[in-house]
Nanobody, 123 residues
Framework: QVQLVESGGGLVQAGGSLRLSCAAS????????MGWFRQAPGKERDFVAA????????YYADSVKGRFTISRDNAKNTVFLQMNSLKPEDTAVYYC????????????????WGQGTQVTVSS
């Protein structure tokens, strides 16, 4: 069992940056691939980024490539999402998830989910 808690969301102007964190409980965090997803109001949940258990490989949705960076610190049981050059269309609730497959880009490939953190980008 893995419990995930996101933090770091907030309100930012377009062009700004935010860094999301996802803290995991349990001693098996390093066994899991981690992903970030987002869901805007009235829309489906979309894949954002994923990172392999070891941190040596990452994968991004085209919409965030070059602007977002996913990373992890297995010693601290934490995964991060650095978001730069934010756009109003990045506004959404952001979720982290843990799973056993890399690369997994659909929600049903992940086993555990956090409660989400709101990111709002104003124009």
């Amino acid at each position: 069992q893995v419990q995930l808690v996101e933090s770091g969301g907030g309100l930012v102007q377009a062009g700004g940056s935010l860094r999301l964190s996802c803290a995991a409980s349990g001693r098996t965090f390093s066994r899991y691939a981690m992903g970030w997803f987002r869901q805007a109001p009235g829309k489906e949940r979309d894949f954002v980024a994923a990172i392999r258990w070891s941190g040596d490989r990452t994968y991004y949705a085209d919409s965030v490539k070059g602007r977002f960076t996913i990373s992890r610190d297995n010693a601290k049981n934490t995964v991060f999402l650095q978001m730069n050059s934010l756009k109003p269309e990045d506004t959404a609730v952001y979720y982290c998830a843990a799973g056993l497959k890399f690369v997994a880009t659909t929600g049903n490939e992940y086993l555990y989910w956090g409660q989400g953190t709101q990111v709002t980008v104003s124009s």
